[in-house]
């Protein structure tokens, strides 16, 4: 079965610091990836979006894709409060996954005060 | 920003009950989803729907039923809720399906089946 492989499961980080996001396809069909966040209480909702190889930057978010290896990760710069919540990476599969979204297990982030 | 609204937001069913769940969609979304959020598990596709009065299965629809009786509303169905079935279920729209669109989630209805 495809699967997309998240690490790490959670992660803590000080404010002002930079959290990172790895994620990882086990199928060379799946090219295109999303991240969602979802807030304790709320529906997960997408941050951005990654297509094509290398870096894509929106304000303090950076995604990195690099479709040889299948990885693809998100880095927040000068972490908030507010950034605490459940991360999830998603990839579009094709064929056997009939081209749905497929969505890893997340990681949850803490960042301290 | 796409309005997705999920009813009830909790529900406390019995086992063998029968469990509706609502979703309703102001946007004008051909494409309508379920998804199901277990610990560890991340979200998992249970159905979807491109166009009203048709469903689809997803990659975890044993147990579920879908119903798409208009480009609004879209409702899953639990005929004979099960221990297992205790989880948290979202709705999501997108205009698209599955392309390079986002889609829209619900906040969610936390089921505890007991």
């Known amino acids: 079965q495809q699967k997309v492989q998240q690490s790490p499961e959670s992660l803590s980080v000080p404010e002002g610091g930079m959290a990172s996001f790895n994620c990882t396809s086990s199928?060379?069909?799946?090219?295109y990836f999303w991240w969602y966040r979802q807030h304790s209480g709320e529906g997960p909702k997408a941050l951005m979006?990654?297509?094509?190889?290398g870096d894509k930057k929106e304000g303090r978010f950076t995604a990195h894709l690099n479709k040889a290896s299948l990885h693809v990760s998100l880095h927040i710069r000068d972490s908030q409060p507010s950034d605490s919540a459940l991360y999830f990476c998603?990839?579009?599969?094709?064929?056997?996954?009939?081209?749905?979204?497929?969505f890893g297990t997340g990681t949850l982030l803490s960042v301290k005060p | 920003e796409a309005a997705v609204t999920q009813s009830p937001r909790s529900k406390v069913a019995v086992t063998g009950g029968k469990v509706t769940l609502s979703c309703h969609q102001t946007?004008?979304?051909?494409?309508m989803y379920w998804y199901r959020q277990d610990t560890g598990h991340g979200l998992r596709l249970i159905h979807y729907?491109?166009?009203?009065?048709?469903?689809e299965k997803g990659d975890i629809p044993d147990g579920y039923k879908a119903s798409r009786p208009s480009q609004e509303n879209f409702s899953l169905i639990l005929e004979l809720a099960s221990l297992s079935q205790t989880a948290v279920y979202f709705c999501?729209?997108?205009?698209?399906?599955?392309?390079?669109?986002?889609?829209?989630f619900g906040h969610g209805t936390k089921l505890s089946v007991l």
């Open positions: 999501a729209s997108s205009y698209r399906g599955f392309s390079n669109e986002r889609l829209f």
């Open positions: 199928d060379r069909n799946f090219q």
């Open positions: 979006s990654i297509f094509s190889d």
């Open positions: 998603a990839a579009r599969g094709y064929g056997g996954s009939g081209n749905k979204l497929i």
């Open positions: 946007n004008n979304h051909d494409y």
């Open positions: 729907s491109y166009v009203a009065d048709s469903t």
